[in-house]
């Protein structure tokens, strides 16, 4: 009888490192697949972008590694903010790292602006928020989509920089 | 692609959460500040502030036959989405 082996990748060596309104992610794995994800969100939110790592180089070591390498851009987050991201490969290997993104100099006295359909949005947060405030129960799905209403807003709004850049 | 925190609890769509009476307050808070963020921009630390208070919500996880029974109607999220 014939075996068949199924290999499953590993994971290795993930790191993130945060610029200035940017991440640069870098990995390398052993085994078959062919492409990786990278999740990543603020800590705390469960929905999460996610981009496509390139795959840079495969070296001849035994087992061979392949390095992958992705950014992120136009992360404009509040005051320091912790992210977590998570690769994945296609066979559903997985591995998590966590990362703090500077704030850019950001200010507690800088205006969050909302542009008109957040407000929208931030009329249904607050009407969810006063039912969830008055239930004995809700459904986990409507407060996980109230967290991501939430998390939205945190992407869809401007800075008004309080020190006028 | 929707990729799913592994460091969050584990839910499915039937299951039922409830909050203790300190969440309670706090999304009454969270109410009221979003309806005054609509009529007026929030400084950051105002507006980090909410958030936090959103993200600190720890709800029980009841699964899926709640006490009391399901709610009285359940939000349609899908619809949320529709606005642009």
């Known amino acids: 009888m014939v075996v068949r082996d199924n290999p499953i990748s590993v994971i290795n060596a993930l790191t993130v490192t945060p610029g200035v309104d940017i991440a640069t992610v870098t990995m390398y794995t052993y085994g078959p697949t062919e492409t990786v994800q990278f999740g990543y969100a603020p800590s705390g939110v469960t929905d999460m972008d996610a981009v496509y790592l390139q795959r840079q180089s495969t070296d001849e070591s035994d087992p061979p590694k392949t390095y992958w390498s ?53 009329g249904q947060i607050s009407n969810m928020a006063e039912r969830f405030s008055h239930q004995e129960s809700i459904l986990a799905d409507d407060f996980q989509q109230f967290r991501s209403l939430v998390f939205l807003s945190s992407w869809f709004n401007s800075i008004e920089w309080a020190d006028g850049r | ?30 109410a009221e500040l979003a309806r005054q963020f609509i009529h007026q921009a929030p400084t950051r630390a105002n507006y980090d502030a909410w958030h936090q208070m959103v993200l600190d919500l720890a709800p029980m996880h009841l699964g899926t036959e709640p006490e009391n029974g399901p709610p009285p109607f359940s939000w349609d999220y899908r619809r949320t989405f529709k606005i642009s």
């Open chain 1, 70 to 122: 992705g950014t992120i851009t136009g992360i404009n987050p509040a005051i320091d903010t912790v992210y977590d991201g998570v690769a994945m490969t296609q066979d559903g290997t997985n591995a998590t790292v966590q990362w703090t993104q500077p704030g850019l100099n950001a200010s507690p006295n800088d205006t969050v602006v909302f542009p008109e359909p957040m407000k929208a949005w931030l």
């Open chain 2, 1 to 30: 692609m929707t990729l799913v925190d592994p460091s969050s609890t584990n839910t499915v769509d039937s299951d039922y959460i409830a909050f203790d009476d300190i969440d309670r307050e706090a999304l009454g808070n969270i």
